[in-house]
């Protein structure tokens, strides 16, 4: 019995495989697939580019602070500016050191208590305070600092003699201290008790994975963009990963983003899916995913299926129709076997096709990566929430898993044009009104969303275009720095759930189809 | 001789194209079996539904004793056909399309070998079907037929659009295969002529309805005169003999020839009473066999060209 099927699955390929367009479109999709990659990679290059080092950039900043001084000699802020640049060059302390804030906060106290407290702008013909309030003394990203530094002379004094005594002993941990007798202080400030107590533990956090902190880029006025030798150092993203796992536990306590939007439960599920993520990742030290390392370019190239699922659509809206077409059905169905027989040849023949357009994506991917990066990190571990989950995993298999996840779609549409192919027995008819399913979906969803201004209309997401991206479960080496995915038709959309919707639409063409092609007459 | 093909009070009605209704025949083994109906009268559709093509609204169609709705894969294991146009794969050679055939019947490569000997394609299996002429495609539609030495082959208009010579070949190859080889052959085809040179039984079909059944002597006799032209010399005598025999059956006089509607089996007669009284015959040619006539009587004058 199965002896016979593999017969008729013989057929199948000897007509298929022996068909000259057959390969002139595998070429065609083979050199897409390569250009692709060319332009991929070329991208990551001019990325790359000239930036100026920070000592220069430092440089370029005095030089304009002494222009202003000039004009300006009493100016005490942009004195004090000069000092705390000539102090980082001559201690070569770099933009991403933690005693960058240290310093500059030092100078601008020494600037206040040389004003005799007056605040920088208060002053007429005074110009820009180059030292701003609140700018500098805060290690990771954006903290509010603390909005009323009403000091005495004496408060100051003692201040700035702890930023000095911090900056000797070159210690991070006294760093920490400080900061954190800020925030119970309320000198960094917190909008509640909780808040402090999330702001507390982070830098707890620092001291817990021996996680030497960095200093407020964002916020540095003389450093701009990362020069060549902002690699993406151990404490970078170990910063950034406490900065993520401060942000997300505010935003859970206020109930609110970053921009103010209302959070949605399945947003809350995911930053605090975000947190767990973040902390396995510090205590395990799996450093994320670099986009230009090996596996981050394996992954970028690699997730480009649209062409393999054009290459499907193409066949599977050809496979029945052009035997139609040709009059061949006919001395198909009179040789001694089922219709049914025959409708799995050619479905199991359309899967065959599409694993090898598949192994030949990825096997592309994977030597034109690996020739570029020689395969370095190729073993790398990541910490990833899948299937709510937070799991240790080699990248690798990750990468695979992912990409055979994105297949999915790609065969829902396949036994799509498989069904047109049988009903309408046209293959241009059938691979047109797949495609233009395919795209204009998109295009549908898009009006969909602007029409319903932001509500969710009801069963829309068992729609087959809502549940097509399903990249945006699964983050990739890009989507995990930027923390969260895009969001979903429906907030209480999963994989799972996108996974189960693909199935059903899949069985319900493929039902279709076999039914179609079963029980209709050949005129 | 056993049935081979039964078909059984069969009807198959769709949208507005034709109807089949109470169709109901038998074929034997060895037989080569007519099957003979003006255009639109349900010879494609019955064929396409003893091939499983179309289903049957009901009746029952059975080949050796299986019927195609119950046990399909049986019953086709012992039917071959071509409908229509021996269609096959255009970009494959000729040997691949048989090798897919094969395959699918479950024919070995050296029955392969053996069919394209036997319909004289050697030479060009390899070459690809698409270069193929028409009568080369309906060789090789035959030799796929013949794959799996069916009991039954049915063939709808296999000499259509043959030369003279090709149309022989195939109707000796049939012939040979029904009485050498006991294959039973179920042949639609709008040469009467050759109908009546092949056939051993005819069946007349008109609006999806049998209208006879029988051997070409039984359709023939008793049926309707034939028409046929004489050649004759001089020509006002032989005039002025038929009319004194035949007063009311000449249909026409022309300059060289004169046509008379008469019954096969007068033909002797006429000829020696012309030669006795010194009338040289020339030529004698039917210009509508007996055949036809019946024919055209049965299915009251419709268009015979199916």
């Not at chain 1, 900065?243 to 959070?263: A, F, H, P």
């Not at chain 2, 004489?230 to 300059?255: C, F, G, K, S």
Request: aromatic content about 8%; some cysteine.
């Amino acid at each position: 019995m199965l002896a016979n099927h593999y017969v008729l699955l013989k057929n199948e390929r000897l007509k298929l495989y022996k068909k000259p367009s057959t390969w002139v479109l595998m070429g065609v999709i083979v050199l897409l697939t390569l250009f692709s990659l060319v332009i991929n990679k070329l991208m990551f290059r001019s990325a790359g580019g000239y930036s100026p080092s920070w000592q220069e950039q430092y440089n370029w900043g005095l030089e304009d602070l002494n222009g202003q001084l000039k004009e300006n000699p009493e100016e005490i802020y942009t004195a004090q500016s000069i000092e705390a640049l000539k102090y980082l060059l001559e201690n070569n302390i770099s933009p991403q050191d933690w005693r960058t804030d240290l310093v500059f906060e030092y100078y601008n106290l020494k600037a206040e208590q040389l004003s005799k407290g007056e605040i920088p702008g208060q002053k007429q013909n005074e110009g820009k305070p180059i030292i701003q309030h609140g700018d500098w003394a805060k290690p990771g990203m954006e903290y509010g600092y603390a909005e009323n530094r009403n000091m005495t002379d004496g408060e100051r004094q003692e201040r700035m003699e702890k930023l000095q005594s911090i900056l000797k002993s070159n210690d991070w941990r006294k760093f920490i201290d400080f900061k954190i007798d800020d925030i119970k202080s309320g000198l960094i400030g917190s909008n509640s008790d909780q808040e402090k107590q999330v702001n507390i533990e982070m830098y707890e956090l620092y001291r817990q994975h021996n996680i030497v902190p960095i200093s407020d880029i964002n916020n540095n006025l003389y450093y701009r963009g990362y020069g060549p030798n902002q690699e993406n150092n151990d404490f970078l993203w170990k910063s950034r990963e406490i900065e993520t796992i401060r942000q997300n536990k505010l935003s859970v306590l206020r109930g609110e983003d970053e921009n103010g939007n209302l959070l949605t439960k399945n947003r809350i599920r995911n930053l605090e899916q975000d947190i767990n993520v973040a902390l396995k990742r510090l205590s395990t030290n799996t450093a994320p995913i670099s986009y230009n390392s090996f596996l981050g370019l394996l992954e970028s190239s690699a997730s480009e299926i649209s062409l393999i699922s054009i290459l499907l659509i193409v066949y599977a809206g050809g496979i029945f129709a052009s035997e139609y077409g040709s009059g061949t059905i006919k001395m198909l169905l009179i040789t001694p076997h089922k219709r049914n027989k025959i409708f799995w040849s050619k479905t199991i023949l359309m899967m065959e096709l599409t694993a090898i357009a598949l192994a030949l994506n990825f096997a592309l991917a994977f030597i034109f990566s690996g020739v570029f990066t020689a395969f370095k990190g190729i073993g790398s571990m990541q910490v990833i929430s899948v299937f709510g989950s937070v799991v240790q995993l080699p990248y690798l298999l990750y990468i695979v898993l992912r990409f055979l996840i994105l297949v999915l779609p790609v065969l829902t549409y396949g036994a799509l044009a498989m069904m047109m192919s049988v009903v309408t027995r046209k293959s241009a008819i059938s691979i047109a009104a797949t495609m233009m399913l395919m795209f204009g979906g998109n295009i549908v969803m898009g009006i969909l969303s602007v029409v319903s201004q932001g509500k969710v209309l009801p069963g829309i997401k068992f729609l087959l275009f809502s549940n097509t991206e399903l990249s945006s479960y699964l983050p990739s080496a890009s989507s995990a720095f930027m923390g969260g995915m895009s969001s979903m038709v429906d907030g209480t959309m999963t994989l799972g759930f996108s996974v189960a919707v693909l199935a059903v639409y899949t069985v319900c063409f493929l039902w279709i189809a076999h039914d179609s092609f079963c029980r209709r007459d050949v005129k | 001789m056993s049935d081979v093909l039964v078909l059984e009070n069969v009807y198959k009605s769709f949208g507005s194209r034709g109807i089949i209704s109470d169709v109901s025949l038998t074929v034997k083994e060895g037989e080569v079996f007519g099957f003979l109906g003006p255009n639109g009268a349900g010879k494609t559709t019955t064929i396409k539904m003893i091939l499983g093509l179309l289903s049957i609204d009901s009746g029952h169609i059975s080949i050796l004793g299986n019927d195609i709705e119950k046990n399909f894969e049986a019953a086709m294991r012992h039917i071959s056909g071509i409908v229509e146009n021996p269609d096959m794969y255009g970009y494959l050679s000729g040997y691949d399309n048989l090798l897919i055939h094969a395959r699918a019947c479950g024919a070995t490569k050296e029955r392969i070998d053996e069919v394209v000997q036997l319909v004289g394609m050697q030479l060009r299996i390899r070459d690809k079907f698409k270069s193929y002429s028409l009568g080369m495609k309906q060789r090789l539609g035959v030799a796929q037929a013949l794959l799996h030495n069916p009991k039954i082959m049915i063939l709808d208009e296999p000499t259509n659009g043959l030369d003279p010579a090709g149309i022989k070949e195939v109707r000796d190859l049939l012939r040979y295969l029904a009485h050498t080889q006991g294959m039973s052959i179920f042949v639609s085809s709008h040469i009467l002529q050759e109908m009546q040179q092949m056939c051993d039984t005819v069946c007349i079909i008109n609006n999806g309805r049998i209208l006879r059944i029988g051997s070409v002597e039984e359709l023939t006799k008793g049926g309707g005169a034939g028409l046929y032209r004489y050649r004759l010399r001089p020509m006002e005598q032989a005039v002025a003999l038929l009319q004194e025999n035949i007063p009311d059956r000449i249909a026409a006089v022309h300059d060289e020839f004169v046509d008379v509607r008469v019954k096969e089996e007068e033909l002797d007669t006429l000829n020696r009473r012309l030669m006795e009284n010194n009338v040289s015959i020339y030529g004698l040619s039917a210009v509508e066999t007996s055949l036809e006539q019946s024919f055209m009587e049965i299915t009251g004058g419709g268009n015979i060209v199916g």
